[in-house]
């Protein structure tokens, strides 16, 4: 594997990109001692808000603090352009293929995605065949994870376009870098991403049913205060001003979503749910789960209600399907793919299988319906016997897995133990889209693996987050 | 607002109210049971404490005997008691997470800081020393609560239905005093200035932190039916029965006024305060002193149905 790009001094190594002039001028000057005094002070003040948000861990409060990097990622203006028309042009996409999906299937017919990929994928909603939603819009919130591997080269590694999360990470970043470091500020001009909730709320009120006569109420659904998301659902609904409901807050009758008020039923029209498919309407989907509303899908089927994300997009996620998105894109855009996807093969298909099995220790291979970076085996990185025991799984239920070349993810410098040391990053942008087209803060969440040479950046695995900063001219 | 928003606003302000009355009667318990048997008689004052917490039954559940040791541990630290300074606690910090977007920092900083010290007082005092300042320490949280709540928060519907919790919790419990001490306050009990009684008196006071404020409104030393006066119908008592139902009615109003609709708990709560405000203390001992609290603690459990029925579900 080669070196891996740096954000900052590029492929060789001996010339700051443009981007990173001031920051890598300011590095040289601020004594070591004084970034680390910023690096406590910023821990301290995440401690206190993540007070708030580790004690919903209960007994293991310290572990679900997520590190913060207090040296920021930077995307030039130019850079963060390409970057929005390949997501706008990604998520066109996304919406155009799920719509697809439950309605004319053209896709299928014209045989580029194979039936049963669809059909007999766990996240495919039978309900939702030929139901329609406002403006045709399915997926109005997506987290697309970047990664970068030269200057000029974006893959997308995945499409989160269920319930993404982490976008709190990115506003409180900002909120804390502002404090910290206000001369870091002055010598940038620094696009804000403080506006995304009323990008958000403005998103999710153009979607509302197209019987909503007046101010839409909008709410966000949340499974409840033991949810390991809690704290951002909390947070959002803060910033968004909404009311922040769990499943028995919400009734439904003659088709119709309500919340208990203490001025009696107040009509609901869109839902901003961080609740997943199976637990929504235990009517419908699990009839186990006490989060949802007995009777949800009734109202949406009836087009009284907005949900946010529609049901069923998980069939757009799934990372078997994804490796069809180029060509989804060409076939739903007339378009090239402006960003990439990762070659992947699909162990489900033999000659792939063969391929990756005579190839395991130089591979990336995950699981079809996993996430979070569990369940798998990162080739070079990986032990002989953990290997073997993984193409024993492998060989076991091919379909459930597929594999990628170990892709050098880009480095940032990053403050760890030794000093200032680059580090591997991915990039998770917020792409919301409305009755008026797609909007996307500048900005996201960058997540860094703080290990060195580590490639995971989940947050589950030692991972910790950055600023990420998009320059304005 | 959410009928469950309001429903843990108000629960949490009375989990802490309770947990700080808790505190007084065991505070004013130890004191009574530290004086020697001539002042106090024979009673169990540790019996009587469970009795004014009105958990009896849940506790000779667990216990034969109602001592020091063992009330002690069931009103403070017990777990199996719903209604311990401990539950209260933990019950109140529930209520707030689920609801921590509708509290102010402030108020959400004192109930978690709270909630996080509660554990360093594990499962109970090494001396009575440290139960001492155990029973501070609580009576110091809900005091910081209560002012965070009062400083901070927006006066709209959030704020009155966590007044009243405070008001509900407190006039339950100066009623329940009542109810288990009434018999001390009757005007014809023959031992009336006695050592005993004084210390009975003094204990009963304390438990509503009223000592001081009663020589401050009569002037005059300790006599029970000044006592049963201060207690049930002083307006200037902020722990009188009266007092507890001003700020009710008051609350209730704001709703109300906000809501721009009036309902059966702004009736009855309004009916209370009425026949309080129209009450003398003649009248009461005449009709009978118990009689009054029974039917009061049944009234104002029924404000209390009224107005989860009304608002909170």
Known sequence: ?473 | MLSRTADNLYWLSRYVERAEYLARILDATQRLSALPLAYVGASNEWESAVLTAGCATGFFKLYDEANEENVTDYLAFSTANSSSIRSCFEAARHNARAVRTALTMEMWDSINGTWLELKRYGNGPTSREEFSRFLRWVQESSLRFDGSAYRTMLRSDAYWFSRLGVYMERADNTARILDVKYHLLLPDNERVGGPLDYFQWAAILRSVSALTAYHWVYRDSLKPWLVADLLILKDELPRSLSSCYEAIVRNLDQIAGAYGRQGAAQRQARGMRTRLQNSKMDGIFQRGLHEFISEFITENNRLGGAITEQFLL
Request: proline share 6%; charged share 25%; glycine share 8%.
């Open chain 1, 1 to 473: 594997m080669a070196a891996a790009f740096d954000e900052m001094k590029g492929h060789d190594g001996d010339q700051v990109r443009p981007a990173y002039g001031e920051l890598a001028q300011w590095l040289k000057e601020v004594p070591p001692d004084v970034l680390d005094y910023r690096r406590r002070e910023a821990e301290l003040i995440f401690r206190r808000i993540g007070i708030t948000f580790a004690v919903y861990g209960e007994a293991d409060a310290t572990e679900r603090l997520i590190p913060f990097d207090v040296i920021p990622r930077i995307m030039a203006a130019s850079e963060w352009r390409f970057l929005e028309k390949g997501l706008t042009q990604r998520v066109n996409a996304l919406n155009l293929f799920i719509k697809d999906v439950y309605g004319a299937r053209e896709i299928l017919r014209a045989g580029i995605i194979p039936e049963d990929l669809v059909f007999r994928n766990p996240a495919f909603r039978p309900e939702m065949n030929g139901q329609r939603v406002p403006h045709d819009i399915y997926v109005h919130i997506a987290g697309i994870d970047i990664i970068r591997v030269d200057a000029d080269t974006f893959y997308v590694l995945e499409d989160n376009a269920r319930t993404p999360s982490g976008v709190s990470y990115m506003l409180e970043n900002r909120e804390i870098m502002m404090r910290l470091f206000p001369e870091l500020f002055s010598r940038h001009r620094i696009a804000p991403v403080e506006n995304y909730p009323d990008e958000l709320l403005a998103s999710l009120k153009s979607v509302a049913p197209l019987t909503t006569s007046k101010e839409p109420t909008v709410v966000l659904l949340t499974p409840g205060v033991f949810n390991s998301a809690y704290y951002e659902h909390s947070f959002l609904a803060d910033k968004l001003g909404v009311e922040l409901v769990e499943g028995r807050d919400l009734f439904v009758k003659d088709e119709v979503v309500y919340m208990r008020t203490t001025q009696g039923p107040q009509r609901v029209d869109v839902i901003y749910r961080r609740v997943d498919d199976d637990f929504i309407d235990p009517l419908t989907f699990r009839a186990d789960s006490i989060l949802g509303v007995p009777g949800l899908m009734s109202a949406y089927a009836a087009g009284n209600v907005t949900l946010a994300n529609a049901v069923g997009t998980g069939i757009a996620d799934d990372k078997a399907v994804y490796s069809f998105m180029p060509a989804i894109v060409k076939f739903y855009l007339g378009e090239e793919p402006l960003l990439k996807n990762v070659p992947t093969w699909r162990c489900r298909e033999e000659e792939h299988l063969k391929y990756v099995l005579d190839h395991l220790p130089e591979l990336v291979v995950k699981e079809v319906h996993g996430s979070g970076g569990y369940g798998m085996l990162i080739g070079p990185t990986a032990s002989k016997i953990a290997i073997e025991q993984f193409r024993a799984k492998l060989k076991a239920e091919p379909k459930n897995f597929i594999a990628q070349p170990t892709l050098a993810l880009s480095t940032s410098p990053t403050c760890v133990e030794e000093g200032v040391a680059p580090r591997h990053v991915d990039l998770r942008p917020f792409v919301l889209t409305g009755r008026n087209g797609v909007r996307i803060v500048p900005g996201g969440l960058t997540r860094v693996a703080l290990k060195k040479g580590s490639l995971v950046v989940n947050s589950s695995q030692g991972g910790g987050t950055k600023d990420t900063w998009v320059l304005d001219s």
